[in-house]
T-cell receptor
């Protein structure tokens, strides 16, 4: 299947700092990317939908000023966790849709964020 | 939004077929059913998706009932590496094709 790559795979940061996570579609162009977070022993929770060249659409309850999403090209979306706190520690996963709305969406390997 | 219901856990003997059920009784006519699986601490892996016809690929088969209110994912010869959480998802067509994950089924393949 198509490849979606996230960087970094894991990151430890100090409380109050910001962290940027990159999501790249390596062998296809993705007009739509999705960002999820997952806490231990829980399912994935959709945070936002990222569309190339436009503002992201955030799910209810997700703070857009804290989780900044940029989708500047058809192969790259970034999630920046601003002023991170320990409760932001989680597994962040991106997904990119292969083509039209009824096609497959492929997921990155995830980024483990630990805020200390 | 269409929601799905899956059993929280299932066991399967290695080499046997694993049949994972999913109910999606409120699905709309243009909404697809997707199946993904997640092995611990990894991103979800795409398995298969379909609208109303049965689908088969190298990983699995997807059987969708005629009224589309339920479906079954079939792994024909389960191996230990198929142990994972399996998610049945109805894609939300009128919201940009979002995939909303439920709790999934934790499949344990045992020797």
């Amino acid at each position: 299947g198509a490849v979606v790559s996230q960087h970094p795979s894991w990151v430890i940061c100090k409380s109050g700092t910001s962290v940027k996570i990159e999501c790249r579609s390596l062998d296809f162009q993705a007009t739509t990317m999705f960002w999820y977070r997952q806490f231990p022993k829980q399912s994935l929770m959709l945070m936002a939908t990222s569309n190339e060249g436009s503002k992201a659409t955030y799910e209810q309850g997700v703070e857009k000023d804290k989780f900044l999403i940029n989708h500047a090209s058809l192969t790259l979306s970034t999630l920046t966790v601003t002023s991170a706190h320990p409760e932001d520690s989680s597994f962040y996963i991106c997904s990119a849709r292969l083509g039209t709305i009824n096609t497959e969406a492929f997921f990155g390997q995830g980024t483990r964020l630990t805020v200390v | 939004d269409a929601k799905t219901t899956q059993p929280p856990s299932m066991d399967c003997a290695e080499g046997r077929a694993a049949n994972l059920p999913c109910n999606h009784s409120t699905i709309s006519g243009n909404e697809y059913v997707y199946w993904y699986r997640q092995i611990h601490s990894q991103g979800p892996q795409y398995i298969i998706h379909g609208l109303k016809n049965n689908e088969t690929n190298e990983m699995a088969s997807l059987i969708i009932t005629e009224d589309r209110k339920s479906s079954t994912l079939i792994l024909p010869h389960a191996t230990l590496r198929d142990t994972a959480v399996y998610y049945c998802i109805v894609m939300i067509y009128n919201q940009g094709g979002k995939l909303i994950f439920g709790q999934g089924t934790e499949l344990s393949v045992k020797p």
